[in-house]
């Protein structure tokens, strides 16, 4: 049993002040407002309930400010994608697993505390299959249970090289299954993360580029109550191509072919007509927005505002983990909407006026949703997954109740999240993860091995 003592507190059901809380099995005992500490209470400032961050691909991580600079012809995502492949197809199950240990170090400094890994490097550098199907994930599995952070496992099925089903290039090697092989990876992968704590299995057919509509099917069929995550309409060449083949737009084929529902997370949408805003909206499915990313990688501009107004949820995630920063997320995705139609505050409303606050209570909800977690925000009874903000920090001064977290999202947070514990255990203390230097040793040691051309 542990108890803990905040200045204030987001709770389920509002702002508290004086709050006093304690824990017993990894869970909320109890809740007290406007009390006082009792001795042997741990005294922190702000209370706010941990995210989740609902797409990522971990390993990532290893080529971060690599692919920043200009080649022979145009930029572009598929240029991009060049330089992640050669990075993906060099990383071992050693650099998959220091490399992950360092991007969950990151996301619970930065208050994330659960992660979807939407994993697709499965096989051998050489593109054999492991003896364990699993071989991979299960070091995704390894680096979470290192850093404490709860992992849902969003294991890959990769078919095709695009749509048509063309055959995968050798870039791809390392990615394929047949729906027979993705059927025995799903199993692998659930024992990989038995014994995790926050430990998840869902389904995710990467594309509808990467896999054809009897792929698409399989994986449904597989899934039963879980989560099923799939990139789409991320690049107007897949809206373009999905038109040539199919005469459908990517989200239009999906929500006519498929049963979206509150299952489904939604990777992306960024090119999206507002029948199809509407339609992801209706099917209750989650937008995964991964506004860093989609802005490093020039995919556009996803139409929030409209999505929200359309009673639309949403989540966030780091994606290619280019830079990891919860709040930047928030910011950065406000901020996209502002630049496009010249407003401000476009994310709130009447009832929410704070940007700040509306961004994490949309953001906390749609996480755990796409993530299969069944409960969101301090409550008793919920898991004590929560973190603190130092109320020291001068960007906080004088602020309380949703100005803190317009504070958090909108201004100099930087060494403002103190604390971060998940299940009632502390893994960030002071603004650092208890694993960090162990675990930057591993990752730097795990880089110089790979030797990657990064001049
Ligand atoms: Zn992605």
Do not use: K
Not at 51 to 77: C, K, T, V, Y
Not at 270 to 275: F, L
């Amino acid at each position: 049993m542990q108890s803990w003592w905040f200045e204030a507190a987001l709770l389920a059901d509002g702002w508290a002040e004086r709050v006093r809380m304690t824990e017993e099995g990894g869970r909320i005992a109890t809740l007290a407002t406007d009390v006082a500490a009792e001795p042997g209470d741990a005294r922190h400032g702000v209370a706010l309930p941990g995210i989740a961050n609902l797409h990522s691909h971990a390993f990532q991580r290893g080529m971060a400010g690599m692919a920043e600079r200009r080649g022979p012809d145009a930029d572009s995502f598929w240029t991009w994608r060049d330089v992640m492949y050669r990075f993906a197809n060099a990383v071992g199950p050693e650099e998959m697993e220091a490399i992950a240990a360092l991007a969950f170090v990151e996301m619970l400094e930065s208050g994330f505390v659960q992660v979807g890994e939407f994993h697709y490097v499965h096989h051998d550098v050489d593109g054999a299959a492991f003896a364990d199907p699993a071989e991979m994930g299960g070091r995704l599995a390894a680096a979470a249970a290192e850093t404490g952070i709860g992992l849902t496992l969003l294991p890959v099925l990769y078919m095709a090289s695009g749509f048509g089903g063309g055959a995968p290039g050798p870039g791809q090697r390392r990615f394929v299954h047949d729906p027979e092989g993705y059927a025995r990876l799903i199993e692998a992968s659930r024992r990989a993360v038995t014994g995790l704590d926050g430990g998840r299995v869902g389904v995710a057919p990467h594309s509808l580029r990467a896999v054809p509509p009897e792929g698409l099917a399989a994986v449904v069929e597989i899934a039963g109550d879980a989560p099923i995550h799939i990139h789409v309409a991320e690049q107007m060449g897949e809206v373009e191509d999905c038109l040539h083949h199919t005469g459908q737009r990517p989200v239009e084929w999906l929500l006519g072919n498929a049963p979206v529902d509150a299952r489904w997370c939604l990777v992306h949408a960024t090119h999206v007509t507002a029948a199809e805003l509407a339609g992801i909206a209706r099917s209750g499915a989650v937008a995964g927005l991964c506004p860093i990313t989609e802005a490093n990688l020039g995919d556009g501009i996803f139409p929030a505002a409209d999505f929200l107004a359309a009673g639309g949820r949403f989540g966030v995630g780091s994606d290619s983990n280019v830079l990891i920063d919860l709040a930047q997320e928030l910011r950065s995705l406000e901020y996209s909407q502002r630049l496009a139609r010249q407003g401000r505050n476009l994310l709130s409303s009447a009832e929410t006026p704070s940007t700040g606050r509306t961004l994490f209570d949309v953001a906390g909800r749609g996480g755990a949703q796409a993530l299969g977690m069944v409960e969101y925000g301090l409550a008793p009874g919920a898991r004590a997954d929560f973190l603190t903000l130092d109320c020291a920090h001068p960007t906080l001064a004088g602020r309380s109740g949703d100005a803190l977290l317009d504070a958090l999202v909108f201004a100099d947070s930087r060494g403002m999240i103190d604390g971060v514990w998940r299940g009632g255990r502390q893994w960030v203390r002071g603004g650092r993860h208890v694993a960090r230097e162990a675990v930057v040793r591993r990752y730097s040691a795990a880089l110089a091995r790979l030797r990657i051309d990064a001049r």
